[in-house]
């Protein structure tokens, strides 16, 4: 999809898109008449932008969090004949999980910070 279809879906300007791929939040590629295209998946990911910008995250905060968002979770429990090597793979895979893990304690931290709130357990009595 071109540039303005993109914001016209997502609900912003083509200019917010210009600077959201200047700052590495996005990415397109081009026609040969040079004209910026998006896959159809750019829709989601601008609206997760738009939101995050807009709850006061940084452009790094927002970057980290959409590239984890991108990576898929590596398969942790498959068959592997015992060895050395599956060992070596399994010390990788937990290692990959511990990263990610890291990542979301310090996101939920951000939004913690930024939104108190959320820190505190709700009961089950309380009105939403």
Excluded at 12 to 28: D, F, I, N, P, V
Excluded at 75 to 98: G, I, K, T, Y
Aim: hydrophobic share 40%; aromatic share 8%.
């Amino acid at each position: 999809m071109l540039i303005g279809e993109l914001a016209a879906q997502a609900g912003t300007t083509t200019r917010a898109l210009r600077y959201y791929e200047e700052q590495g939040l996005l990415e397109s590629g081009r026609t040969t008449a040079g004209y910026r295209v998006y896959e159809p998946s750019a829709t989601l990911r601008v609206r997760n932008i738009r939101v995050l910008l807009a709850c006061g995250f940084t452009v790094e905060d927002v970057k980290s969090f959409l590239d984890y968002l991108d990576t898929e979770l590596p398969e942790v429990f498959c068959d592997a004949p015992p060895c050395a090597a599956s060992n070596a793979v399994a010390a990788q895979r937990v290692a990959e999980l511990e990263e990610r893990i890291a990542t979301l304690t310090r996101l939920r931290d951000s939004l913690v910070h930024r939104m108190p709130w959320l820190a505190t357990p709700r009961t089950s009595g309380s009105p939403d």
